[in-house]
Structures are given as C-alpha cells and as structure tokens.
T-cell receptor, first 114, second 114 residues
Framework: EAQVTQNPRYLITVTGKKLTVTCSQNMNHEYMSWYRQDPGLGLRQIYY???????DKGDVPEGYKVSRKEKRNFPLILESPSPNQTSLYFC?????????????FGPGTRLTVT | DAKTTQPPSMDCAEGRAANLPCNHS???????VYWYRQIHSQGPQYIIH???NNETNEMASLIITEDRKSSTLILPHATLRDTAVYYC???????????????FGQGTRLTINP
C-alpha cells in the first residue's frame, strides 16, 4: 500500500531535549516536505526536499533541521525544542515537484513541548 | 497568500450531493485547481485536480467554469465519513517561486448530517 509514515504519532517532551520525527514513504517519490499546523494559522511549510541531498527552507524553518540521505526518508530534527514548537506536524511527498502530481500526507505527529 | 475563496461552512444531508464552491478569479494559465480534504486532525487527503476540463474520479467530480475563475467540487452521494474541511488550492505546474508548497486557506468545513 502506498503510504507516508511518521513516527512517533504523539510525543510529549521538555524544553531543550533534542528529538527527531521520522518520515518515510514507499512510493519512490522525489519530493518530500514538512508542514506544521496550528489553530488559526493553517498549514505552514517548514522545509522541503526536491531529491536526495537537496533541501531548502520553507516559510517557518527556524528551530528545525532536516536531512535527505535516502530517497525514502526525510527526518525532522528539533535540536532544542521550545514550547512554541508545540504543534501538529505533517510530512508529505509527491512524485516530483514539477508537474501536477498530488501530494500524499502522513498521519501526523502531535508534539507537545513543556 | 491564498488565492482562493471558499465559504467557511456548509451542511449537507447524508445521501445527497454535496456541492462545494471555490472562487479563484486571479488564476493564471499555468495554474491547476486542486482539492484536498482533512478529516479532523488527520493528514490532508488529495481528492482531485483539473486545469480547464471537468474531471471525475472515484471520489468526486470537479467542475471548472469556462473562464476558470471558479470551480465546484461535487461529492455525489455524501456519507457521514465525508465530514471534513475541504481545501481548494491553486498551484502552478511550473517550477516557479512558491510552487514548492501547497498553500491551504481556511477551507470549507462540510458537515454531513444523518
């Protein structure tokens, strides 16, 4: 089954404790992206990757890092989480950035930073 | 910035057709109309997309006006599981600035009533 998986689905952590949210897709997609969703602010892009070793900032990259060492994986790293990073996070992928391909979204990771 | 206008909420009776309108009066020639939906706190789900012709798939139909300034998503026989926020998105098929992300506006909260 074609899918995007994220882990963990739920995470409660404390300020400053480094964490990684994993994202993996099984569709051989080139393009992957991270979004965060907050009430009243909608979905905002954090980082995206057009292919292996090619990443770029989205609209709200501060406090986040990403890497794309393999085509299927695109982890989101919070080196020193802060309470304002409490949010619902979604990973997405599509066949390519160019063209009109639909994006597939993961189930989401609900992160709480205390 | 969102380029689309949708009503904030709509209701529909179960088993009836749900017609969701979207205004995109500033759409340009290389931009497609996409529809996604998001069931509460789940990842957004792709529904359908089109350029200028009407489109149909197993989930829905998309009707685009001849001048392409508006469109309607039709769910032919709505069920309770179709209750969700529906997003109309305009996105270029070209690799231009801003095309790396989907911009979700406020969407239409569709409630299917039994």
């Amino acid at each position: 089954e074609a899918q995007v998986t994220q882990n963990p689905r739920y995470l409660i952590t404390v300020t400053g404790k480094k964490l990684t949210v994993t994202c993996s897709q099984n569709m051989n997609h080139e393009y992957m992206s991270w979004y965060r969703q907050d009430p009243g602010l909608g979905l905002r892009q954090i980082y995206y990757s057009m292919n292996v070793e090619v990443t770029d900032k989205g609209d709200v990259p501060e406090g986040y890092k990403v890497s794309r060492k393999e085509k299927r994986n695109f982890p989101l790293i919070l080196e020193s989480p802060s309470p304002n990073q409490t949010s619902l996070y979604f990973c997405a992928s599509s066949l390519s950035l160019a063209g009109v391909y639909e994006q597939y979204f993961g189930p989401g990771t609900r992160l709480t930073v205390t | 910035d969102a380029k689309t206008t949708q009503p904030p909420s709509m209701d529909c009776a179960e088993g009836r057709a749900a017609n969701l309108p979207c205004n995109h009066s500033t759409i340009s020639g290389n931009e497609y109309v996409y529809w996604y939906r998001q069931i509460h706190s789940q990842g957004p789900q792709y529904i359908i997309h089109g350029l200028k012709n009407n489109e149909t798939n197993e989930m829905a139909s998309l009707i685009i006006t001849e001048d392409r300034k508006s469109s309607t998503l039709i769910l032919p026989h709505a069920t309770l599981r179709d209750t969700a926020v529906y997003y109309c998105i305009v996105r270029s098929r070209l690799l231009i600035q801003g095309a790396q992300k989907l911009v979700f506006g406020q969407g239409t909260r569709l409630t299917i009533n039994p």
